[in-house]
Every structure is written in structure tokens, then in C-alpha cells.
């Protein structure tokens, strides 16, 4: 098992946290982990987000003084 070490917020402070055994087959890498002082659990998880191209501006024409 791998361990992190994080802020707890039930110990209130850095305590080393472990990934229990995965049922989804994540392994090490699996986004649950428990405190191993007070047994709180987290999930870690990263957001991905599709790359969209930006909309193409039109050049307007310029603005002359009258």
C-alpha cells in the first residue's frame, strides 16, 4: 500500500494516509485513501476537461472620426 502524507481534518493536522485495497483495480493510484490515525477517508480526484478551440473573432473595420 501506498502511503501520502495530508492534512486530516479530523486529527487537524499531516498524518499518513493509505490507499486500501481497490476493488476497481486502481492499485496504488486508487482516488480513496484512509487516515491511518482515525480512519477518516478521502477521495482524490483530478477534473479533466475537454480542449475546445476558441471561437474565431471577425476583425471589424476600424472606426473613423467624423
Known amino acids: 500500500m501506498s ?3 495530508l492534512y486530516c481534518d479530523v ?3 499531516v498524518a499518513l494516509f ?3 485495497p481497490c476493488v476497481d483495480g ?3 493510484d486508487c482516488p480513496e485513501l484512509i ?3 482515525c480512519g477518516a477517508a478521502v477521495v482524490v480526484s ?3 476537461f475537454p480542449v475546445t478551440p476558441l471561437a474565431v473573432r471577425r476583425r471589424q473595420p476600424a472606426r473613423r472620426a467624423a
Open 3 to 5: 502511503h501520502r502524507e
Open 11 to 13: 486529527c487537524e493536522g
Open 18 to 20: 493509505e490507499a486500501p
Open 26 to 28: 486502481h492499485g496504488t
Open 35 to 37: 487516515c491511518i490515525d
Open 46 to 48: 483530478a477534473f479533466a
